[in-house]
């Protein structure tokens, strides 16, 4: 029996195995094709999102660190680095929140409905 990429280290697959995984009906649905493009705008939306806000605060470190280094009240040694430090990491706490969100409440159900209906 031949088996399909066994030096990768993972399960040896067959021939007829591989026929049948390319083959895949799923994979031809329209429905799955429009949730798995919907689903990679959504995350590649998200990861632009993260990207934004953490090169925001490098480029401000790097470009107007004077600020970032001011006191919030005189005399005192918290400087506005501190809070938005903590404020980058609450968003990111939030933007994972809302992905968990959208994923159990929309892409979820939505996977289970397609495949139900291909084991009928």
């Avoid at 429905?31 to 490098?58: C, H, N, P």
């Amino acid at each position: 029996m031949e088996h399909a990429y066994p030096q990768d280290g993972g399960p040896a697959m067959s021939a007829e195995q591989v026929n049948v995984a390319i083959q895949n009906p799923i994979l031809e649905n329209s429905e799955f094709r429009a949730l798995v493009k919907q689903r990679r705008i959504f995350s590649w939306s998200m990861t632009a999102l993260m990207l934004a806000v953490y090169f925001g605060f490098i480029l401000s470190l790097a470009f107007i660190p004077a600020r970032l280094g001011t006191p919030i009240t005189e005399g005192q040694p918290m400087t506005w680095g501190v809070p938005i430090g903590f404020g980058m990491l609450a968003f990111t706490i939030l933007l994972v929140a809302v992905y968990v969100w959208r994923t159990n409440t929309c892409y979820d159900p939505k996977i289970k409905t397609i495949i139900r209906s291909f084991t009928k």
